[in-house]
C-alpha cells in the first residue's frame, strides 16, 4: 500500500521512518516533506493548509491511506477534506481536534464530565482577566485559548511576569487570534508525563509512557520550546501511577467525545502532571502525535505500525495486537542558536555521515546547491539513541550527538536525567 504524510518535521520523520519498516507499505509520499524525510519518500512542496491540492495529489498517487502529523490542519479540518472525497485518513475530524485547537473547549469537557485537571477560568475581557489574575496566587498558568506552535502557555512565577503574559496574548497579539480567549488556571507542581494513546471513539490502546523537556534551558530554565528532549520509559513513575491516568483520564476522555458527538479517532495525546501525592491530574489534551515525543515512542513499537493505523480507521483497533520492545530511548534535540526567538537559517551541517549507532530524525534541515546539508528550522535534528536501559540510551544518544556540529549549535545536556536520579 503506498502511503502519504502530511507534514514536514522530525514527527513526520519518526512516521515515515515507522511505517517504512512495514513490509506492507509500498511507495511513501511526504508533503512538504524536508530533505531529511526525502531520504526514505517522496517529498511533493504541497503547504499542509492546501487540503483540496492535497486531496488531489492523494487520489493521483492513488494512496491506500493518508496519515496527517501537524496540529494546525487537524484543527482547520483537513480530515474532513480527505473524508468527503472518499480517502482513508488517519486524525481526528475538525469538531474532534477541538480537544486541542481550543484550550477552552477542552477545560469544559473535563470539567463536565469530573475528569481531573487543574481549576481556571476562561475570559474574552483583557480587564476582566487581568481583575480576576490579581487575586491569584502565583505561580499561574495563562494561556492562549488556540494553537499556538506549542508557545501559547506561560508559567508565571510573579504577578507581573503573569500580567506581561496576559497583555502579550490579549493586548498584543503574540499568537494572533489564539489569544482572542485566555484560560487562566491554578499552576500545578510535580512531574510531568506524556501518555499518547491510538484512540478509535471509545478504544483506546495507550502507547508506552514519555516525557518531554519544554524549557530551552538545563534545569528546565528559560522560555518554553516545542520541546529539546524526550524518553521513554519512565522508571521513576510507578506503572500504577501510569494506570491510573489510563483509566481516570484518557479513557473517560475518548468517552466523553463521544458522548458529545466529537468521536475521536487518531492519536490523542495527554500532557499530564502527577502531583506530589502520586494523583495524575490533565495539563492539556493533543489531538495527534507529540513532538519530539514520537521520536522515541515509535522506536520502541515492535508491531507495525501500519496495521494500527488501518484498525483505527477501520474500527477495529481494539483487535489489533499491539506490543512494544523492552529497550529505552533518549532523544536529544539540537537546536538553533536563538531558538525559540529568532535564529538564523541555512548555516552547514556536520557530521551527519558520522553518525554510526543512533538514528537521527531532521525537524528543520534542507540541502543546498552543492548538496551540502544546512540548518532550515528552530529545531534542526532530533538525535536518538536505544539501550537495554535509560543510562544506556541517554550515553548513546549523547554520543551521537557530539558528532554532529552547526555553527550556534545549542542542546540542553540534562535529558533525561530525571529518569536516573
Given at each position: 500500500?503506498?502511503?502519504?504524510?502530511?507534514?514536514?518535521?522530525?514527527?513526520?520523520?519518526?512516521?515515515?521512518?515507522?511505517?517504512?519498516?512495514?513490509?506492507?507499505?509500498?511507495?511513501?509520499?511526504?508533503?512538504?516533506?524536508?530533505?531529511g524525510i526525502a531520504q526514505l519518500a517522496e517529498c511533493e512542496p504541497i503547504g499542509?493548509?492546501?487540503?483540496?491540492?492535497?486531496?488531489?495529489?492523494?487520489?493521483?498517487?492513488?494512496?491506500?491511506?493518508?496519515?496527517?502529523?501537524?496540529?494546525?490542519?487537524?484543527?482547520?479540518?483537513?480530515?474532513?477534506?480527505?473524508?468527503?472525497?472518499?480517502?482513508?485518513?488517519?486524525?481526528?475530524?475538525?469538531?474532534?481536534?477541538?480537544?486541542?485547537?481550543?484550550?477552552?473547549?477542552?477545560?469544559?469537557?473535563?470539567?463536565?464530565?469530573?475528569?481531573?485537571?487543574?481549576?481556571?477560568?476562561?475570559?474574552?475581557?483583557?480587564?476582566?482577566?487581568?481583575?480576576?489574575?490579581?487575586?491569584?496566587?502565583?505561580?499561574?498558568?495563562?494561556?492562549?485559548?488556540?494553537?499556538?506552535?506549542?508557545?501559547?502557555?506561560?508559567?508565571?512565577?510573579?504577578?507581573?511576569?503573569?500580567?506581561?503574559?496576559?497583555?502579550?496574548?490579549?493586548?498584543?497579539?503574540?499568537?494572533g487570534s489564539s489569544g482572542d480567549q485566555v484560560v487562566i488556571e491554578e499552576f500545578l507542581a510535580g512531574q510531568e508525563m506524556s501518555i499518547l494513546?491510538?484512540?478509535?471513539?471509545?478504544?483506546?490502546?495507550?502507547?508506552?509512557?514519555?516525557?518531554?523537556?519544554?524549557?530551552?534551558?538545563?534545569?528546565?530554565?528559560?522560555?518554553?520550546?516545542?520541546?529539546?528532549?524526550?524518553?521513554?520509559?519512565?522508571?521513576?513513575?510507578?506503572?500504577?501511577?501510569?494506570?491510573?491516568?489510563?483509566?481516570?483520564?484518557?479513557?473517560?476522555?475518548?468517552?466523553?467525545?463521544?458522548?458529545?458527538?466529537?468521536?475521536?479517532?487518531?492519536?490523542?495525546?495527554?500532557?499530564?502532571?502527577?502531583?506530589?501525592?502520586?494523583?495524575?491530574?490533565?495539563?492539556?489534551?493533543?489531538?495527534?502525535?507529540?513532538?519530539?515525543?514520537?521520536?522515541?515512542?515509535?522506536?520502541?513499537?515492535?508491531?507495525?505500525?501500519?496495521?494500527?493505523?488501518?484498525?483505527?480507521?477501520?474500527?477495529?483497533?481494539?483487535?489489533?495486537?499491539?506490543?512494544?520492545?523492552?529497550?529505552?530511548?533518549?532523544?536529544?534535540?539540537?537546536?538553533?542558536?536563538?531558538?525559540?526567538?529568532?535564529?538564523?537559517?541555512?548555516?552547514?551541517?556536520?557530521?551527519?555521515?558520522?553518525?554510526?549507532?543512533?538514528?537521527?530524525?531532521?525537524?528543520?534541515?534542507?540541502?543546498?546547491?552543492?548538496?551540502?546539508?544546512?540548518?532550515?528550522?528552530?529545531?534542526?535534528?532530533?538525535?536518538?539513541?536505544?539501550?537495554?536501559?535509560?543510562?544506556?540510551?541517554?550515553?548513546?544518544?549523547?554520543?551521537?550527538?557530539?558528532?554532529?556540529?552547526?555553527?550556534?549549535?545549542?542542546?540542553?545536556?540534562?535529558?533525561?536525567?530525571?529518569?536516573?536520579?
Amino acid at each position: 500500500m503506498d502511503i502519504l504524510v502530511i507534514g514536514g518535521g522530525g514527527r513526520e520523520h519518526a512516521i515515515v521512518w515507522s511505517l517504512s519498516q512495514s513490509p506492507q507499505v509500498g511507495k511513501i509520499y511526504c508533503a512538504p516533506g524536508n530533505a531529511g524525510i526525502a531520504q526514505l519518500a517522496e517529498c511533493e512542496p504541497i503547504g499542509v493548509f492546501e487540503f483540496e491540492r492535497l486531496a488531489a495529489y492523494a487520489l493521483e498517487k492513488q494512496v491506500g491511506l493518508v496519515v496527517v502529523g501537524p496540529d494546525d490542519p487537524l484543527a482547520a479540518g483537513i480530515v474532513d477534506v480527505f473524508e468527503a472525497h472518499n480517502i482513508p485518513v488517519f486524525g481526528p475530524r475538525k469538531n474532534a481536534a477541538e480537544i486541542e485547537g481550543s484550550k477552552a473547549f477542552m477545560k469544559d469537557l473535563l470539567h463536565k464530565y469530573n475528569i481531573p485537571t487543574a481549576a481556571y477560568r476562561k475570559f474574552h475581557q483583557y480587564e476582566e482577566a487581568l481583575a480576576y489574575l490579581r487575586e491569584q496566587s502565583v505561580p499561574v498558568v495563562i494561556k492562549a485559548d488556540g494553537l499556538a506552535a506549542g508557545k501559547g502557555v506561560v508559567v508565571a512565577q510573579t504577578l507581573e511576569e503573569a500580567e506581561q503574559a496576559l497583555s502579550d496574548m490579549m493586548v498584543g497579539k503574540v499568537f494572533g487570534s489564539s489569544g482572542d480567549q485566555v484560560v487562566i488556571e491554578e499552576f500545578l507542581a510535580g512531574q510531568e508525563m506524556s501518555i499518547l494513546a491510538f484512540v478509535d471513539g471509545e478504544t483506546v490502546r495507550p502507547m508506552v509512557a514519555a516525557q518531554d523537556h519544554k524549557p530551552a534551558y538545563d534545569g528546565d530554565k528559560g522560555p518554553n520550546t516545542g520541546g529539546m528532549g524526550t524518553y521513554s520509559p519512565l522508571p521513576h513513575i510507578a506503572d500504577s501511577i501510569i494506570e491510573e491516568a489510563i483509566e481516570t483520564i484518557i479513557k473517560p476522555t475518548a468517552k466523553a467525545m463521544v458522548a458529545e458527538g466529537r468521536p475521536f479517532r487518531g492519536v490523542l495525546f495527554a500532557g499530564l502532571m502527577i502531583s506530589p501525592d502520586g494523583k495524575p491530574k490533565t495539563i492539556e489534551f493533543n489531538a495527534r502525535f507529540g513532538d519530539p515525543e514520537t521520536q522515541v515512542v515509535l522506536p520502541r513499537l515492535k508491531s507495525d505500525l501500519l496495521d494500527i493505523f488501518l484498525a483505527a480507521v477501520n474500527g477495529t483497533l481494539d483487535s489489533v495486537d499491539i506490543q512494544w520492545k523492552d529497550e529505552a530511548a533518549v532523544c536529544v534535540v539540537l537546536a538553533s542558536g536563538g531558538y525559540p526567538a529568532s535564529y538564523p537559517k541555512g548555516l552547514p551541517i556536520q557530521g551527519l555521515d558520522q553518525v554510526e549507532d543512533g538514528i537521527v530524525f531532521h525537524a528543520g534541515t534542507a540541502v543546498n546547491e552543492q548538496g551540502e546539508w544546512i540548518t532550515n528550522g528552530g529545531r534542526v535534528l532530533g538525535v536518538v539513541g536505544l539501550g537495554a536501559d535509560i543510562a544506556a540510551a541517554r550515553t548513546k544518544a549523547y554520543e551521537q550527538a557530539e558528532r554532529i556540529t552547526f555553527e550556534g549549535k545549542h542542546q540542553r545536556t540534562d535529558i533525561a536525567l530525571k529518569a536516573l536520579q
